[in-house]
């Protein structure tokens, strides 16, 4: 294949950029499609008409028409006049969040690319524009940061309201005040509720730099890690679900990473399984590493 071409999955009908022929995924439902190679045209002999027959006793080779890239077939033209394949269009579908639009208040922006991620999410992330660093790290850093600031008021909340619950679950050596204990988990709690920004913008970067070394290790071909950051950043939209108590955490936090493989799949143009493990692999490395020092 000379160059991309456009096809349209039979499953969900949206329109996919491909460089290959054969098996292969859809990008944004993950539906398999076989993408046919159009055969060759034939030629007329010189004479201007077709031979009947090759040999005695052999069928005449069909002339098959080359199928269009997309799942139409094109239509016959006269008899014994090879069939052209018709140009597809090559439209590239490039979608802006609202929070980079300017013209309206910071909360509308902010809610309105909520609404845009999660009511059409391959969609937006197949389309997103990949564009701005600043912007995208602006409102994942939004999200990131009341992660962490909802989270730790919660457990202080916990802490506060029964101490002695909290001691059950944690193995206190033999001799150790519980009191000191209970003083030093506020004091950690308090920590981050002060410093949630920085924990907030530390976790944004950490995940997208652990992301794109698995995008790297399993994409065929990658657009780089500025797509990465910005179906990172946008991709932490579940994250508002923090706000709920205990179990908007739980509900926040898997559908944060399930977004993202979605958001990594749809951006880097890769499977979804690929995807899954690029989100999983390095993330799981990285913790039982810190689990083993610490």
Same mark, same amino acid.
């Given at each position: 294949?000379?160059?991309?071409?456009?096809?349209?999955?039979?499953?969900?009908?949206?329109?996919?950029?491909?460089?290959?022929?054969?098996?292969?995924?859809?990008?944004?439902?993950?539906?398999?499609?076989?993408?046919?190679?159009?055969?060759?045209?034939?030629?007329?002999?010189?004479?201007?008409?077709?031979?009947?027959?090759?040999?005695?006793?052999?069928?005449?080779?069909?002339?098959?028409?080359?199928?269009?890239?997309?799942?139409?077939?094109?239509?016959?033209?006269?008899?014994?006049?090879?069939?052209?394949?018709?140009?597809?269009?090559?439209?590239?579908?490039?979608?802006?969040?609202?929070?980079?639009?300017?013209?309206?208040?910071?909360?509308?922006?902010?809610?309105?690319?909520?609404?845009?991620?999660?009511?059409?999410?391959?969609?937006?992330?197949?389309?997103?524009?990949?564009?701005?660093?600043?912007?995208?790290?602006?409102?994942?850093?939004?999200?990131?940061?009341?992660?962490?600031?909802?989270?730790?008021?919660?457990?202080?909340?916990?802490?506060?309201?029964?101490?002695?619950?909290?001691?059950?679950?944690?193995?206190?050596?033999?001799?150790?005040?519980?009191?000191?204990?209970?003083?030093?988990?506020?004091?950690?709690?308090?920590?981050?509720?002060?410093?949630?920004? %920085? +924990? /907030?913008?530390?976790? @944004?970067? !950490?995940? $997208? =730099?652990?992301?794109?070394?698995?995008?790297?290790? &399993?994409?065929?071909?990658?657009?780089?890690?500025?797509?990465?950051?910005?179906?990172?950043?946008?991709?932490?939209?579940?994250?508002?679900?923090?706000?709920?108590?205990?179990?908007?955490?739980?509900?926040? %936090? +898997? /559908?944060?990473?399930? @977004?993202? !493989?979605? $958001? =990594?799949?749809?951006?880097?143009?890769?499977?979804? &399984?690929?995807?899954?493990?690029?989100?999983?692999?390095?993330?799981?490395?990285?913790?039982?590493?810190?689990?083993?020092?610490?």
């Amino acid at each position: 294949m000379d160059r991309p071409v456009l096809v349209r999955c039979a499953s969900c009908g949206r329109n996919f950029e491909t460089e290959r022929y054969g098996k292969q995924t859809c990008p944004i439902c993950g539906a398999a499609i076989e993408l046919e190679a159009p055969e060759g045209n034939v030629e007329p002999e010189p004479g201007g008409s077709q031979p009947s027959s090759q040999s005695e006793g052999e069928p005449e080779p069909e002339v098959v028409p080359a199928p269009v890239p997309g799942g139409s077939q094109p239509s016959s033209q006269s008899e014994g006049v090879p069939e052209t394949v018709p140009e597809v269009p090559q439209v590239k579908l490039e979608i802006l969040p609202a929070w980079e639009v300017p013209g309206k208040s910071l909360i509308t922006r902010f809610f309105a690319t909520l609404r845009q991620i999660l009511s059409a999410p391959s969609l937006m992330f197949y389309g997103l524009k990949i564009n701005n660093f600043g912007r995208a790290l602006s409102f994942g850093w939004i999200l990131c940061t009341l992660a962490v600031f909802f989270s730790a008021l919660y457990s202080l909340w916990s802490l506060n309201r029964d101490p002695q619950a909290i001691l059950n679950n944690l193995q206190i050596p033999a001799g150790t005040n519980p009191q000191q204990i209970i003083d030093a988990l506020r004091s950690q709690l308090l920590l981050g509720l002060y410093t949630s920004p %920085l +924990l /907030g913008l530390f976790n @944004l970067f !950490v995940s $997208a =730099l652990l992301y794109h070394l698995g995008v790297w290790l &399993l994409a065929r071909k990658h657009r780089g890690f500025l797509a990465t950051f910005r179906a990172t950043a946008y991709g932490c939209a579940p994250l508002i679900l923090f706000v709920i108590p205990f179990i908007g955490l739980l509900i926040g %936090l +898997l /559908g944060t990473i399930a @977004l993202h !493989v979605l $958001a =990594l799949s749809a951006v880097h143009r890769m499977p979804p &399984l690929r995807a899954a493990v690029a989100v999983i692999l390095p993330s799981l490395a990285l913790f039982l590493s810190l689990a083993a020092l610490f």
